[in-house]
């Protein structure tokens, strides 16, 4: 198999499932979402704390 072929069917090499517990899968998108949001939340907590929001702002309990 040559490169371009390899390349060309990436997609039928990875498994959707990142890991599972029993019966329950995790996929790669879900894991994707909770990266993002947790990127999201650390983010604006960063910039909270940089700007003083306090009450005003963005409020992370």
Same mark, same amino acid.
Not at 8 to 33: E, H, K, T, V
Not at 42 to 57: A, C, E, H, M, V
């Given at each position: 198999? $040559?490169?371009?072929?390899?390349?060309?069917?990436?997609?039928?090499?990875?498994?959707?499932?990142?890991?599972?517990?029993?019966?329950?899968?995790?996929?790669?998108?879900?894991?994707?979402?909770?990266?993002?949001?947790?990127?999201?939340?650390?983010?604006?907590?960063?910039?909270?704390?940089? $700007? $003083?929001?306090? $009450?005003?702002?963005?409020?992370?309990?």
């Amino acid at each position: 198999m $040559n490169y371009l072929e390899f390349y060309q069917n990436i997609p039928q090499y990875i498994d959707p499932i990142a890991f599972s517990i029993g019966s329950f899968a995790i996929r790669w998108y879900s894991l994707m979402w909770i990266v993002g949001i947790g990127v999201v939340y650390i983010f604006l907590s960063i910039q909270n704390k940089k $700007n $003083n929001l306090g $009450n005003y702002g963005l409020r992370i309990t």
